[in-house]
């Protein structure tokens, strides 16, 4: 069948049709680079202009109704404090201002009776 093609074609059609297509490859070519640089462009960076124009936000009252901390970690460092008087006094346990022997002999012989005697004297305080 091409053989029949080829005889019945003369060169100038040949000649015609590859003119055509090197006509149609070249503007292909240059539709491809028109292509490449619009893509250049669109993913070339901003220029530095550009990049100064981002707009500020101002805040100027804000309000905060609960904090909520996970984690905090207090360490204070009393390496080179130094103390020259300490008073006071230290209470471990339960504490009792005054005489308080007349109160709890009371509470004991109401709820042991007799079984039981408590001897409680609060030290006095000079």
Known sequence: MRFFFHLFTSKKTFR???SELENKISSLESAINDVKIE????????????????PSVQINHLQVDQILIERLDYANNLGQLGIKELTGR?????????????????????????????????????
Do not use: T
Request: glycine share 6%; hydrophobic share 35%; net charge positive.
């Open 16 to 18: 015609k049709k590859i």
């Open 39 to 54: 893509v250049k462009s669109i993913n070339a960076p901003a220029p530095a202009q550009e990049k100064e124009m981002i």
């Open 90 to 126: 230290l209470n471990i346990g339960s504490s009792y201002e005054g005489d308080i022997s007349k109160q709890i002999d009371k509470i004991v012989k109401q709820k042991l009776g007799k079984q039981a005697a408590v001897n409680i004297k609060a030290k006095k305080e000079e």
